[in-house]
């Protein structure tokens, strides 16, 4: 059973950055594809970004260009670099990682965008 541990979290002012991290342990073969999701109040959980083991990246449309999905494979680390924040971007964000067309979520850290 793969085990996910995130951080990073935290409030932040408008124009902000934050940087999360998930760092996967236990049961580990070989991790694919790892990404972010949040989910704001009130509202469904929506995907933030992905990163393939090749490290090849995808965005939401809202979050291109102000955020950033690398990953350390020796680490088993996944981050989420995010930059130029805004009160929209509040939500808590999950870290999820596929293994073998199994998915794991992380716990959620809470990303609060207000002044």
């Known amino acids: 059973q793969v085990q996910l541990a995130e951080s990073g979290g935290g409030l932040v002012q408008p124009g902000g950055s934050l940087r999360l991290s998930c760092a996967a342990s236990g049961g580990i073969f070989s991790i694919g594809a790892m990404a972010w999701y949040r989910q704001a109040p009130g509202k469904q959980r929506e995907l933030v970004a992905t990163i393939t083991r090749g490290k090849s990246t995808n965005y939401a449309d809202s979050v291109k260009g102000r955020f950033t999905i690398s990953r350390d494979n020796a680490k088993n680390t996944v981050y989420l670099q995010m930059n130029n924040l805004k009160p929209e971007d509040t939500a808590v964000y999950y870290c999820?990682?596929?293994?073998?067309?199994?998915?794991?979520w992380g716990q959620g850290t809470p990303v609060t965008v207000s002044a």
């Open positions: 999820n990682v596929n293994q073998f067309g199994e998915a794991f």
